[in-house]
Protein backbone atom coordinates (compact mmCIF):
# COMPACT_ATOMS: atom_id res chain seq x y z
CA UNK A 1 0.00 0.00 0.00
CA UNK A 2 1.30 3.53 -0.89
CA UNK A 3 1.23 6.40 0.11
CA UNK A 4 2.32 5.15 3.89
CA UNK A 5 0.12 5.84 6.68
CA UNK A 6 2.68 6.80 9.14
CA UNK A 7 6.44 7.24 9.70
CA UNK A 8 8.54 5.24 11.86
CA UNK A 9 12.67 6.53 12.21
CA UNK A 10 15.19 4.24 13.67
CA UNK A 11 18.23 4.80 15.03
CA UNK A 12 20.95 2.58 14.29
CA UNK A 13 23.79 2.48 17.52
CA UNK A 14 22.09 1.35 20.47
CA UNK A 15 18.77 1.47 19.22
CA UNK A 16 18.30 -1.32 16.34
CA UNK A 17 22.10 -3.00 16.97
CA UNK A 18 23.27 -3.65 19.83
CA UNK A 19 26.67 -3.19 21.46
CA UNK A 20 28.44 -5.97 19.20
CA UNK A 21 27.21 -4.64 15.94
CA UNK A 22 24.44 -6.98 15.68
CA UNK A 23 20.38 -6.64 14.67
CA UNK A 24 18.47 -8.73 16.48
CA UNK A 25 17.15 -12.06 14.20
CA UNK A 26 13.78 -11.21 14.17
CA UNK A 27 14.72 -7.33 13.42
CA UNK A 28 16.13 -8.98 10.15
CA UNK A 29 12.91 -10.91 9.55
CA UNK A 30 10.81 -7.82 10.61
CA UNK A 31 12.70 -5.05 8.19
CA UNK A 32 12.64 -7.79 5.06
CA UNK A 33 9.05 -7.97 5.44
CA UNK A 34 7.65 -4.05 6.35
CA UNK A 35 4.46 -3.71 6.67
CA UNK A 36 3.74 -1.11 3.46
CA UNK A 37 1.50 1.35 5.48
CA UNK A 38 4.58 2.14 7.77
CA UNK A 39 7.67 4.22 6.24
CA UNK A 40 10.88 3.25 8.05
CA UNK A 41 13.51 6.22 7.92
CA UNK A 42 17.02 5.59 9.29
CA UNK A 43 17.57 8.42 11.43
CA UNK A 44 21.40 8.25 12.42
CA UNK A 45 24.03 9.68 13.17
CA UNK A 46 26.25 7.62 10.48
CA UNK A 47 27.24 8.44 7.41
CA UNK A 48 25.49 6.78 4.52
CA UNK A 49 27.84 3.80 3.65
CA UNK A 50 28.80 3.57 7.58
CA UNK A 51 25.12 2.57 7.77
CA UNK A 52 24.98 0.14 4.67
CA UNK A 53 27.55 -1.34 6.13
CA UNK A 54 26.53 -2.68 9.38
CA UNK A 55 23.13 -3.36 7.96
CA UNK A 56 24.77 -5.34 4.61
CA UNK A 57 26.49 -7.50 8.06
CA UNK A 58 23.54 -8.51 9.30
CA UNK A 59 22.28 -9.54 5.73
CA UNK A 60 19.71 -6.56 4.92
CA UNK A 61 19.84 -4.51 2.25
CA UNK A 62 22.53 -6.29 0.16
CA UNK A 63 22.03 -4.00 -3.01
CA UNK A 64 22.45 -0.65 -4.43
CA UNK A 65 20.99 1.65 -4.42
CA UNK A 66 20.09 1.83 -0.58
CA UNK A 67 16.01 1.89 -0.71
CA UNK A 68 14.93 3.82 2.07
CA UNK A 69 14.98 7.51 3.01
CA UNK A 70 16.94 8.67 5.80
CA UNK A 71 18.69 11.26 7.93
CA UNK A 72 22.00 10.97 8.37
CA UNK A 73 25.06 12.48 10.85
CA UNK A 74 22.38 13.49 13.23
CA UNK A 75 20.55 16.16 10.40
CA UNK A 76 23.68 17.07 8.76
CA UNK A 77 22.34 14.95 5.37
CA UNK A 78 18.97 13.72 3.97
CA UNK A 79 18.56 10.90 1.24
CA UNK A 80 14.95 10.02 -0.52
CA UNK A 81 14.90 6.26 -1.55
CA UNK A 82 17.53 5.21 -3.94
CA UNK A 83 20.35 7.55 -2.63
CA UNK A 84 18.88 10.53 -3.55
CA UNK A 85 20.46 13.62 -2.01
CA UNK A 86 17.80 15.75 -0.40
CA UNK A 87 19.85 18.67 2.07
CA UNK A 88 23.25 18.92 3.67
CA UNK A 89 24.13 21.31 5.91
CA UNK A 90 28.06 21.96 6.38
CA UNK A 91 29.70 24.22 9.17
CA UNK A 92 30.06 27.94 8.48
CA UNK A 93 34.02 28.48 8.09
CA UNK A 94 34.60 30.16 11.33
CA UNK A 95 33.15 27.58 13.07
CA UNK A 96 35.26 24.84 11.16
CA UNK A 97 38.01 26.58 11.63
CA UNK A 98 36.94 26.71 15.83
CA UNK A 99 36.81 22.96 15.55
CA UNK A 100 40.06 22.51 13.53
CA UNK A 101 41.98 24.37 16.52
CA UNK A 102 39.93 22.57 19.06
CA UNK A 103 40.90 19.45 17.56
CA UNK A 104 44.87 21.40 18.69
CA UNK A 105 44.00 21.85 21.72
CA UNK A 106 43.60 18.24 22.68
CA UNK A 107 45.81 16.37 20.31
CA UNK A 108 45.28 13.19 22.39
CA UNK A 109 42.12 12.80 21.82
CA UNK A 110 40.33 11.39 18.13
CA UNK A 111 38.89 14.02 16.27
CA UNK A 112 36.47 12.26 13.18
CA UNK A 113 35.67 15.16 10.60
CA UNK A 114 32.81 13.99 8.87
CA UNK A 115 32.34 15.54 4.77
CA UNK A 116 29.68 14.46 2.54
CA UNK A 117 30.91 10.84 1.68
CA UNK A 118 34.23 10.83 3.50
CA UNK A 119 35.44 10.55 7.08
CA UNK A 120 38.55 12.17 8.40
CA UNK A 121 40.42 11.19 11.21
CA UNK A 122 42.51 13.60 12.63
CA UNK A 123 44.60 12.88 16.03
CA UNK A 124 44.31 8.72 15.64
CA UNK A 125 44.47 6.99 18.58
CA UNK A 126 44.04 3.51 19.18
CA UNK A 127 40.76 3.85 20.33
CA UNK A 128 39.98 5.49 17.77
CA UNK A 129 41.30 3.22 14.76
CA UNK A 130 39.30 0.03 16.56
CA UNK A 131 36.10 2.47 16.38
CA UNK A 132 36.23 3.84 13.10
CA UNK A 133 37.23 0.02 11.88
CA UNK A 134 34.21 -1.52 14.52
CA UNK A 135 31.73 1.24 12.84
CA UNK A 136 33.03 0.50 8.85
CA UNK A 137 33.89 4.09 8.54
CA UNK A 138 37.00 4.09 6.22
CA UNK A 139 38.39 6.89 7.73
CA UNK A 140 41.20 8.43 6.29
CA UNK A 141 43.69 9.54 8.65
CA UNK A 142 44.89 13.43 8.16
CA UNK A 143 45.80 16.60 9.43
CA UNK A 144 43.77 19.42 10.30
CA UNK A 145 45.02 21.48 8.01
CA UNK A 146 44.32 19.24 4.94
CA UNK A 147 40.78 18.98 5.94
CA UNK A 148 38.27 19.69 3.00
CA UNK A 149 36.44 23.01 3.08
CA UNK A 150 33.23 21.48 3.38
CA UNK A 151 32.60 19.90 7.02
CA UNK A 152 29.07 18.25 7.75
CA UNK A 153 29.72 17.01 11.32
CA UNK A 154 32.05 16.37 13.94
CA UNK A 155 32.99 13.23 16.30
CA UNK A 156 35.12 13.43 18.79
CA UNK A 157 36.26 9.92 20.18
CA UNK A 158 37.41 9.68 23.76
CA UNK A 159 37.07 6.65 25.82
CA UNK A 160 38.40 8.85 29.21
CA UNK A 161 35.32 10.73 30.88
CA UNK A 162 37.46 13.04 32.45
CA UNK A 163 39.04 14.04 29.16
CA UNK A 164 35.73 14.28 27.76
CA UNK A 165 34.16 16.58 30.05
CA UNK A 166 36.88 18.70 29.07
CA UNK A 167 36.64 18.78 25.69
CA UNK A 168 32.52 19.64 26.06
CA UNK A 169 33.28 22.47 28.64
CA UNK A 170 35.67 23.95 26.18
CA UNK A 171 33.43 23.44 23.32
CA UNK A 172 30.90 25.05 24.72
CA UNK A 173 31.49 28.49 22.98
CA UNK A 174 31.01 27.04 19.34
CA UNK A 175 27.80 28.11 17.40
CA UNK A 176 26.54 24.80 17.01
CA UNK A 177 23.90 21.87 18.26
CA UNK A 178 26.38 19.02 20.32
CA UNK A 179 25.21 15.91 21.97
CA UNK A 180 26.30 12.45 22.96
CA UNK A 181 25.45 9.55 20.68
CA UNK A 182 27.67 6.99 22.97
CA UNK A 183 29.61 7.66 26.34
CA UNK A 184 32.56 8.05 24.13
CA UNK A 185 30.96 9.79 21.09
CA UNK A 186 30.70 13.16 21.39
CA UNK A 187 28.92 14.79 18.19
CA UNK A 188 28.86 18.43 16.80
CA UNK A 189 26.36 19.50 13.99
CA UNK A 190 25.76 23.02 12.82
CA UNK A 191 23.80 25.32 14.83
CA UNK A 192 19.84 24.72 13.95
CA UNK A 193 20.27 21.48 12.45
CA UNK A 194 19.11 17.93 14.40
CA UNK A 195 17.09 14.71 13.28
CA UNK A 196 13.98 16.52 14.09
CA UNK A 197 14.56 19.13 11.58
CA UNK A 198 16.21 17.72 8.72
CA UNK A 199 13.43 14.98 9.15
CA UNK A 200 10.98 17.40 8.44
CA UNK A 201 12.70 19.07 5.48
CA UNK A 202 13.01 15.33 4.20
CA UNK A 203 9.15 14.61 4.43
CA UNK A 204 8.63 17.65 3.25
CA UNK A 205 10.31 17.23 -0.34
CA UNK A 206 8.77 13.53 -0.56
CA UNK A 207 5.49 14.58 0.43
CA UNK A 208 5.07 13.34 3.39
CA UNK A 209 5.20 15.51 6.20
CA UNK A 210 1.85 15.01 6.80
CA UNK A 211 1.97 11.91 8.37
CA UNK A 212 2.09 10.91 12.20
CA UNK A 213 5.93 9.94 13.14
CA UNK A 214 6.58 8.23 15.64
CA UNK A 215 10.73 7.43 16.73
CA UNK A 216 12.52 5.35 18.15
CA UNK A 217 16.12 6.00 19.78
CA UNK A 218 18.28 5.52 22.74
CA UNK A 219 20.64 8.54 22.89
CA UNK A 220 20.72 12.41 23.41
CA UNK A 221 20.56 12.88 19.59
CA UNK A 222 17.24 10.82 19.61
CA UNK A 223 15.43 13.64 22.08
CA UNK A 224 14.84 16.02 19.25
CA UNK A 225 12.95 13.65 17.76
CA UNK A 226 10.95 12.11 20.62
CA UNK A 227 9.18 15.77 20.98
CA UNK A 228 8.37 15.53 16.94
CA UNK A 229 7.08 11.87 17.70
CA UNK A 230 3.12 11.26 18.28
CA UNK A 231 4.35 8.11 20.39
CA UNK A 232 8.37 7.28 21.19
CA UNK A 233 10.31 4.01 21.57
CA UNK A 234 13.81 3.42 23.65
CA UNK A 235 15.60 0.66 24.53
CA UNK A 236 16.16 -0.44 28.40
CA UNK A 237 19.89 0.18 27.31
CA UNK A 238 19.50 3.69 26.82
CA UNK A 239 20.98 6.59 28.17
CA UNK A 240 18.49 7.87 31.20
CA UNK A 241 17.05 10.94 29.61
CA UNK A 242 16.36 8.85 26.60
CA UNK A 243 14.22 6.34 29.48
CA UNK A 244 13.05 9.32 31.05
CA UNK A 245 11.76 10.60 28.08
CA UNK A 246 10.46 7.47 25.70
CA UNK A 247 6.79 6.62 25.67
CA UNK A 248 7.48 2.71 25.67
CA UNK A 249 10.25 1.02 26.63
CA UNK A 250 11.53 -2.05 25.05
CA UNK A 251 13.31 -5.31 26.26
CA UNK A 252 15.20 -5.41 22.54
CA UNK A 253 16.79 -8.68 23.88
CA UNK A 254 13.89 -10.79 23.90
CA UNK A 255 11.91 -9.99 20.59
CA UNK A 256 13.92 -7.44 19.24
CA UNK A 257 13.07 -3.97 18.79
CA UNK A 258 10.51 -3.61 16.00
CA UNK A 259 7.91 -6.01 16.68
CA UNK A 260 7.14 -4.86 20.06
CA UNK A 261 6.63 -1.49 18.72
CA UNK A 262 4.69 -2.01 15.48
CA UNK A 263 2.02 -3.17 18.16
CA UNK A 264 1.92 0.72 19.14
CA UNK A 265 1.68 2.01 15.46
CA UNK A 266 -1.42 2.31 13.16
CA UNK A 267 -2.32 -0.70 10.99
Given at each position: MY????ILCIDIDGTLIDSHERVHPLDVQTLNQFPDEILPVLTTGRILHSAKGVLRENGLFQRD???????FMNGGITYRPGEKLCTRHAFLSETREALINLSGIFPQSAFTFFAIDTVYLVNPTAFARQIAQLHHLSACIIDAGDLPAEIIKVMILEPESVEMRKIKDQSQTLHAEMAFSLPFA???NPPGIDKAVSLMALLTTMRL???PIYAAGDAENDLALFKLARTSFAPTTAHPKVIETADHLIQRDEKGLLSPLLTHLPR
Open positions: PPRAPFPLPGVYEIDHL
